[in-house]
């Protein structure tokens, strides 16, 4: 019933919001505001078409909405909006486009689509994937699951029923979520076991670009920042441990010396947004010029420029979804009729 309803208002409601200016006359209320969208993996599946992960965006939708940042914003590169952000100067209007994980799709469907637009972005990669030339944990559970021979998959004591593989995943995933990251990579390793291998044509989906496609995005408006070493939720990384080193420090070290970058102008992102202040101080510490995370809302002058706020977009989003989601007016709706814990 929640679903039909979301359904509704989505058609129904939000072309009614567009149609009457609504959407515009709160991107002017907000102007003083800069929106930072985060996209991941970008594919060739026409508009409205289910892609093989959930997670990306199709090329058509993503051309429109490059588009329309570009007749209503000023699409500057992300480092702008970090700098002046701390030095409390204006950011009326500005937006700029991020993409987290490093996908494939970024190089083959998004990159040319910027080009043509001459429109800059910024692109987060998970160094040790990179290295390692593998896929992120969480997409190989996804692969795992979707891509099963198997009816059901029983791991760490639970049965998985793959009639619907897509809920499966959300419960798994729900799971390793709340463990820590030795029992998370523990579980990881069982899923694997008992779905069998993976072809290379099911891992293709999930491929990320290697360090020569990001050098030859470099050379066309693209820059690059380190997402960690291996994407886990930063909260879990014990403070000052070796662990915190590698998913921080060396990460930022090894995307400088891959892309010739100086630590200084790079710019970290915090995996799903997760992040604490021991994270937080410690990438500041390291020289970085800033940090992003997640939040779903616009950056303001005054934010913290080492966790400054995004917008995530996501996949299917008709041209009404995306201008609601990048001016937050059912984001607002949703919080004034969220009943506040006491
Ligand atoms: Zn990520």
New binding site residues.
């Given amino acids: 019933m929640r679903d039909i309803a979301r359904a509704a208002y989505r058609s129904g409601v939000l072309p009614v919001l567009a149609a009457a200016g609504v959407f515009r006359l709160m991107r002017w209320s907000e102007r003083s505001a800069a929106l930072i969208l985060l996209y991941?993996g970008v594919g060739a599946s026409e508009s409205g078409e289910e892609l093989v992960n959930p997670n990306h965006i199709d090329v058509t939708s993503f051309r429109w909405q490059m588009e329309f940042l570009r007749e209503n914003y000023t699409v500057v590169p992300l480092s702008d909006i970090v700098h002046r952000v701390k030095r409390n100067l204006p950011i009326d209007r500005l937006a700029a486009v991020t993409f987290?994980?490093g996908y494939l799709g970024v190089y083959e469907y998004a990159a040319p689509v910027l080009k043509d637009l001459g429109m800059p972005a910024t692109t987060?990669v998970?160094s040790g994937c990179v290295e390692q030339g593998v896929i992120?944990w969480y997409d190989l559970v996804e692969a795992h699951f979707i891509n099963s021979r198997l009816s059901q998959l029983r791991v760490g004591g639970t049965t998985y029923d793959l009639a619907n593989r897509r809920e499966a995943v959300r419960s798994f995933k729900r799971r390793i979520k709340r463990v820590g990251l030795d029992e998370r990579d523990e579980l990881i390793a069982e899923l694997a076991a008992a779905a069998g291998p993976l072809a290379a044509s099911q891992l293709q989906p999930y491929a990320l670009m290697g360090w020569h496609q990001m050098r030859e995005l470099q050379s066309q408006l693209m820059d690059f920042g380190p997402?960690t070493h291996s994407?886990p939720h930063l909260s879990k990384v014990p403070h000052g441990s070796a662990r915190a080193a590698l998913e921080i420090d060396e990460a930022s070290m090894l995307v400088s010396e891959r892309l010739f970058i100086p630590v200084r102008d790079m710019i970290f992102?915090y995996?799903?947004g997760d992040y604490d202040s021991a994270a937080r101080d410690r990438v500041e510490n390291l020289g970085l010029a800033g940090a992003v995370a997640v939040k779903n809302a616009l950056a303001r002058t005054g934010d913290d420029p080492f966790a400054l706020a995004r917008v995530g977009v996501a996949g299917g989003d008709s041209r009404a979804a995306f201008q609601d989601a990048t001016v937050g007016l059912t984001r607002r709706l949703k919080a004034a009729f969220t009943p506040r814990p006491r």
């Fill in positions: 991941h987290d994980d987060f998970i992120p997402h994407h992102c995996p799903d």
